[in-house]
Structures are given as C-alpha cells and as structure tokens.
C-alpha cells in the first residue's frame, strides 16, 4: 500500500478491526519512510455478471429491473414485499455463485421463472407467457397445465 502522504511503497499495518456488521475491515497503517499514520478499509467488492441479450449487446445487471419483472408479474396478487425481495437475493445469490462473468439474459429469464413458479403460480403463467412468447391458447393450457402437475397432493382426512 502506497503512502497518501510521500508516496513510498512501504507501509505496515498497525492495527486491525472489523466493522461492527463484519463487512468491512479497518486497518491503521504506518509509513515506514516519513512515519505519518493513515487508515485503509477493506470491504467485500462482488460484481454481477454482465448480462448478454439476445441481441448480443451486453448489459450492467439492474437489481431495479429484476424488481420491476417481478413486481409487474405479481400485481395484484397476494405475495409479500418480503417474499419478493427474498427471490430477489436469491437470483443474485445464484449469479454471483456461478462464478460467471457474462449470463446469457436467457438464463436470468429462468431463474425468475422458478421464483415466480414457487412464489405465485398466477404471476408465473403472466411472466411465461410474455418471456415465452406464447402465440396461441395451446401455450396457455400447457403452462397451466405443468403448473398443476406440480401441485403438492393434499392429504385425505381420515373418516
């Protein structure tokens, strides 16, 4: 670490403490040649993959423009600001744990469609048929009708 003050090459720490939320790492530092003091944070720095449409072009990842997807396929139905922003993280959970660079836009589509399909089987049927561009009624009906395969089966009440 290079000295704010001279510009030397050589410093060391003095001492270090993590922030009270443990994101972020403080470090006191001595320069070695002029001895003035200075302070130094660490902090986590995670990118998001850069996303790649269909097109080609390449696109910064928008968390807003997750949540307006979302929120657009979600109106009007019963689904909690919590839960929404929980599918958020875990779609950014998942780019970030891929490792990836680049995501095809594709593969973030479907993401949101495992969310929406565990969040509100309504709001699935809305995204789907947009994302997948559905062109006639038999689209419809095989969506819904993968979606009711799904349906956990209630148990029977014993008489």
């Known amino acids: 670490m ?4 001279c510009n030397h090459d050589d410093t060391s720490v003095v001492d270090t403490r993590a922030s009270e939320e443990g994101d972020t790492i ?36 928008e968390t807003a423009k997750l949540r307006a997807s979302l929120m657009l396929a979600l109106r009007k139905r019963p689904v909690s600001a919590e839960a929404v922003d929980q599918a958020i993280h875990s779609i950014q959970e998942k780019l970030l744990s891929s490792g990836a660079r680049e995501v095809v836009s594709g593969h973030v589509g479907e993401l949101v469609m495992r969310e929406l399909k565990r969040l509100d089987k309504v709001a699935y049927i809305r995204f789907a048929s947009v994302y997948k561009s559905f062109e006639d009624l038999s689209e419809f009906q095989d969506a819904i009708a993968e979606v009711g395969r799904e349906r956990p089966a209630v148990p029977k009440k014993p008489t």
Do not use: A, Q, W, Y
């Open 2 to 5: 290079k000295c704010p003050f």
């Open 26 to 61: 403080r470090r006191r530092r001595r320069c070695e040649h002029c001895d003035k003091r200075f302070t130094t944070f660490e902090r986590i720095e995670l990118t998001m993959p850069v996303i790649v449409k269909k097109n080609g072009s390449r696109t910064e990842f």
